[in-house]
């Protein structure tokens, strides 16, 4: 059965930062295709969202309500809900990476009532 895949505002703010910081210090065709393949994992996660690891950061603290999948460096973080995948977060997996999850994941998870926390895009549509 497909999942609906939706990614929250902060993951799309993550992913045109990613986007913009690759066309300014590297070039525009690495930063479409960057943008692309991340875009294809996020659509994948439709299929089998099982399959991602549990973030070691989180495991570490026996947290398993979230997965992430990798295009190195970069990780997708994301949480399986019901019928429905939502992705939390698209990072460079070289920065503070602990900070970062407690910050964005648990907040996220403790339903704080934020606009970036209630606006969220449907990436993929279950069918």
Same mark, same amino acid.
């Given at each position: 059965?497909? /999942?609906?895949?939706?990614? &929250?505002? +902060? @993951?799309?703010?993550?992913?045109? +930062?990613?986007?913009?910081?690759? =066309?300014? %210090?590297?070039?525009?065709?690495? @930063?479409?295709?960057?943008? &692309? $393949? ?7 996660? #439709? ?5 991602? @690891?549990?973030?070691?950061?989180? #495991?570490?603290? !026996?947290?398993? +309500?979230?997965?992430? =999948? /990798? /295009? ?9 809900? !019901? ?7 698209? =990072? ?6 602990? &900070? ?8 996220? !998870?403790?339903?704080? +009532? &934020?606009?970036? %926390?209630? $606006? ?5 549509? !279950?069918?």
């Amino acid at each position: 059965m497909p /999942f609906n895949v939706f990614m &929250t505002a +902060d @993951a799309a703010c993550d992913l045109e +930062d990613l986007y913009q910081y690759i =066309v300014r %210090h590297d070039a525009p065709g690495k @930063a479409e295709y960057v943008l &692309t $393949t991340i875009e294809d994992i996020c659509n994948s996660l #439709s299929g089998l969202p099982e399959r991602g @690891a549990y973030p070691q950061e989180l #495991s570490a603290l !026996g947290i398993r +309500d979230y997965r992430e =999948v /990798f /295009f190195k460096p970069y990780r997708v973080i994301y949480r399986v809900m !019901g019928d429905n995948v939502y992705i939390l977060l698209i =990072v460079d997996g070289r920065r503070d990476m602990q &900070t970062l999850l407690q910050r964005r994941l648990l907040e996220w !998870g403790s339903g704080l +009532d &934020t606009e970036a %926390h209630r $606006t969220i895009y449907k990436v993929k549509e !279950g069918n």
